[in-house]
């Protein structure tokens, strides 16, 4: 119900322009790394050198014609350039519709492939370094979002490409089942859109009692699995699992969202488990901005009190 109301308020034209000017200033900036790829690099070396790695997403979603979504392709490609100059992984998260997977799902896969491909061609000392994840979005984009993860995945390796699947909808027990016709990387989250509830589950306990069916099940099919939540009752749980199964270390990693219970992720890290951060820069940050105020009701209290206050 939260979630539902602060977004559709967020939809509203007045409050994003209000926020859009002050909103770095005054609260994003716990969210987002900072407009430019230097402010992401900055954040991926100190977090590197807690051992925690990082997936850098460049902010961006429901671009509407083809120029547009080809620029962003080419902000991706500008970003492993860069992460290959610094020596630092091509780890990126990347959401289709800014890729044009509105506009065109054929433009949507031919923009993601050239990242992909981009990202697949990085090597270390040690290997391949590059790995492209890609971010589940709204329900009306799942099944070609799965779509275009599966057809990259079998040209380039499901090493090189992983995807991200949603707890809260009912579909993806299923989906997780057809893709369990190989050993992929996936990431498991609760899922952060506002979706009817036709389509998703509408009562938090229901996705939490999903979300831990679902981290099972993928670790049953061999996937390695990235359990991508804050939510430390679950996080306890599943840590429990994992070890009553003796699941080797290299098919998981924890995986939080950057400002958000940084020291909970540093635990795991210093236990030894494989942890990495979701770091967002760039200019386009208000709706991912608006999705984190309406996961928390302390956040929006924290950040109206700031906007009054100016
Ligand atoms: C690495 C990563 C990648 C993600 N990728 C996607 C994606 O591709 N598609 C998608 O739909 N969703 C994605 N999400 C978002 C996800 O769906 C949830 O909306 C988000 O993680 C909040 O849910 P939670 O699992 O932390 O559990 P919740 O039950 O919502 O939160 C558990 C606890 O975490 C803390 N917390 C959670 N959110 C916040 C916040 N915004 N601010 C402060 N504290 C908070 C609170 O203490 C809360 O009690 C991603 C999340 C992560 C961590």
């Given amino acids: 119900m939260f979630r539902e109301m602060i977004l559709s308020v967020a939809d509203n034209p007045l409050v994003a322009g209000t926020v859009k000017r002050y909103g770095l200033k005054l609260g994003a900036s716990r969210f987002v790394a900072g407009e430019h790829v230097a402010d992401a690099i900055a954040v991926t070396r100190q977090l590197q050198q807690e051992g925690i790695g990082v997936t850098l997403d460049h902010l961006g979603e429901g671009v509407s014609d083809a120029a547009n979504a080809d620029a962003a392709c080419r902000s991706y490609l500008e970003l492993l350039d860069a992460l290959d100059r610094e020596h630092l992984p091509g780890n990126v998260s990347v ?17 993601t492939r050239r990242v992909v491909e981009r990202a697949a061609a990085m ?28 057809r990259l995945a079998s040209e380039f390796s499901p090493e090189r ?5 949603q707890a809260y909808l009912y579909r993806t027990r299923d989906d ?12 498991i989250v609760k899922g952060a859109y506002r979706e009817p509830p036709a389509l998703a589950y509408p009562i938090k306990a229901d996705v939490d009692a999903n979300y831990v069916r679902l981290v099972k099940q993928a670790v049953e099919a061999g996937h390695h699995v990235a359990v991508a939540t ?26 939080m969202l950057y ?52």
Wanted: no cysteine; glycine share 8%.
């Fill in 230 to 255: 804050h939510d430390e009752l679950i996080l306890r749980d599943l840590l429990q699992y994992f070890q009553a199964i003796r699941l080797p270390r290299d098919r998981y990693e924890f995986q």
């Fill in 259 to 310: 400002g958000i219970k940084l020291s909970v992720l540093r635990e795991l890290a210093r236990a030894g488990h494989a942890t990495r951060v979701y770091v967002p820069y760039g200019q386009d940050w208000y709706a991912y901005f608006s999705r984190r105020l309406a996961e928390r009701p302390a956040n929006i209290l924290f950040f109206g009190r700031a906007l009054l206050r100016r």
């Fill in 123 to 150: 090597h270390g000392p040690e290997g391949p370094t590059g790995f492209v994840r890609i971010d589940m979005e709204d329900s009306p984009y799942t099944s070609d979002t799965i779509d275009v993860y599966r």
């Fill in 95 to 111: 959401k289709l519709t800014m890729m044009g997977l509105a506009v065109d799902p054929a433009l949507g896969f031919q923009n």
């Fill in 161 to 165: 490409v992983g995807l991200v699947l």
């Fill in 176 to 187: 997780l089942a057809a893709l369990s016709d190989a050993p992929r990387r996936l990431r």
